[in-house]
Nanobody, 123 residues
Framework: QVQLVESGGGLVQAGGSLRLSCAAS????????MGWFRQAPGKDREFVAA????????LYADSVKGRFTISRGNFRNPVYLQMNRLAPEDTAVYYC????????????????WGQGTQVTVSS
């Protein structure tokens, strides 16, 4: 059984940075594409970033391109999301996801989800 645990969320001022981590356990997680999604209050869950099994391919939402960086640890675990130049519109619960074959923004391709970590950006 795959388990995903996010950490690193918190409160930060606009322009600041945070690094989220997703620790994965379970069978063959190292072979999965991993992704980050977020959901703001009253809005649908949206794609943020994804990375393939060996870190050689990444995909970003246009809204975070150039500000956020997704990466994998030395043994493909954990998966990180470095968030720079944060803005109030980045406020959301951030979810880690696993199981896609290739980096994709389609949530249906990810079979496993974490519980989420809150990120709040104050203006």
């Amino acid at each position: 059984q795959v388990q995903l645990v996010e950490s690193g969320g918190g409160l930060v001022q606009a322009g600041g940075s945070l690094r989220l981590s997703c620790a994965a356990s379970g069978r063959i997680v190292g072979s999965f594409t991993m992704g980050w999604f977020r959901q703001a209050p009253g809005k649908d869950r949206e794609f943020v970033a994804a990375i393939n099994w060996n870190g050689g391919s990444t995909l970003y939402a246009d809204s975070v391109k150039g500000r956020f960086t997704i990466s994998r640890g030395n043994f493909r675990n954990p998966v990180y999301l470095q968030m720079n130049r944060l803005a109030p519109e980045d406020t959301a619960v951030y979810y880690c996801a696993a199981g896609a074959t290739l980096p994709t923004g389609y949530s249906g391709n990810y079979a496993h989800w974490g519980q989420g970590t809150q990120v709040t950006v104050s203006s």
